[in-house]
C-alpha cells in the first residue's frame, strides 16, 4: 500500500460527515490525477433500511444535459455493467460498442475514466467512478498506472458511506468490536497475508515472501473476508486499516 496509500485510507477513513467525505475524496481524486469524480451508493444498514447515498463534481453541462433527458450521468449503459464486474470496468471497453453516448459526453469535457464496484453485506453496493477529461492512449495509461490506489479509494469511500449512512459508528459490526476487545480478530498470519496483499502482491508472491503455499494464501485472504465481512481484498484492507488491525509499512 505505501505510505502515501495509507494517508489516503487514513484521511477518508477518518470522516464523520457526507460533507466532510465529499470534500476529502474530490481532493483525493485530484491527487490521483483525475479532473472528475463520482460515488453513488445504495447503503442497506443491518436494520433494514436502504440510504442512497452520491455525490460528484461531474461537468455542470453534462448534469444539466442528462437531467433534461432522464439519463443516468455515466455514458451509455456503464452504471449497469460496472455494478455486474467484480473487477474495475475501463470506460474505453464500453465506448467501443456504444460510441454516440461517450461521444455526447465528451463534447461536455467528460473523456475517458474508469468505475469501481464494491459490494458489501446486507445488499449494500456502490459504484466509484474516476474520469479524465482526454481520451487515448495517454489517458488510459495514467488510468493503469494509478488504478490500484482507485480500488482502495472506492473500497474506503464505500465503507465510510456506509457507517455514515448507519448514523452509528458503535453498531456498525458488534461481533468484531466484542472479538477485537478479545484481540482474536485476525490470526497472525492472517494480518500477514493481509499486510502482503495491502502492498499488491499476488497470492502467489505472498506465498512466496511468507514461505507458504499460495492454496494456503488463498484459505487466509478468505477467512479475513469473512470475518471483516469484505467484498474482496480491497475492502478488507480498508476495513482492517480502519479497525487499526494493520498499520502502513515500507
Avoid at 25 to 47: D, E, T, W
Avoid at 150 to 158: E, F, G, K, P
Amino acid at each position: 500500500m505505501g505510505d502515501k496509500g495509507a494517508v489516503r485510507l487514513k484521511r477518508i477513513l477518518a470522516n464523520r460527515s457526507k460533507t466532510d467525505l465529499e470534500e476529502t475524496v474530490l481532493l483525493i481524486a485530484g491527487q490521483l490525477g483525475f479532473q472528475y469524480f463520482m460515488f453513488r451508493g445504495c447503503l442497506a444498514p443491518s436494520r433494514g433500511s436502504s440510504h442512497d447515498f452520491r455525490f460528484d463534481n461531474f461537468p455542470v453541462g453534462w448534469r444539466r444535459y442528462c437531467a433534461d433527458r432522464g439519463k443516468d450521468l455515466l455514458p451509455g449503459t456503464l452504471r449497469r455493467l460496472a455494478l455486474q464486474e467484480v473487477t474495475p470496468l475501463h470506460w474505453k471497453k464500453i465506448a467501443a460498442r456504444q460510441s454516440r453516448p461517450f461521444a455526447k459526453a465528451g463534447k461536455f469535457g467528460l473523456g475517458t475514466g474508469v468505475s469501481c464496484s464494491v459490494h458489501g453485506p446486507h445488499g449494500q453496493w456502490s459504484l466509484t467512478s474516476f474520469a479524465l477529461a482526454r481520451t487515448g492512449s495517454s489517458a488510459e495509461r495514467h488510468i493503469l498506472a494509478v488504478l490500484s490506489d482507485c480500488q482502495l479509494v472506492a473500497c474506503a469511500v464505500h465503507y465510510t458511506a456506509a457507517r455514515i449512512a448507519r448514523r452509528d459508528l458503535d453498531s456498525l459490526e458488534p461481533p468484531l468490536r466484542l472479538q477485537r476487545a478479545n484481540g482474536r480478530i485476525l490470526s497472525d498470519r492472517e494480518r500477514q497475508c493481509l499486510i502482503q496483499s495491502a502492498r499488491g502482491k499476488t497470492t502467489l508472491e505472498i506465498g512466496q515472501a511468507l514461505q507458504i503455499s499460495e492454496r494456503t494464501v488463498v484459505f487466509h485472504l478468505s477467512n479475513v473476508r469473512r470475518k471483516l465481512g469484505a467484498a474482496n481484498s480491497r475492502h478488507a484492507v480498508a476495513k482492517a486499516f480502519s479497525l487499526k488491525l494493520i498499520a502502513a509499512g515500507p
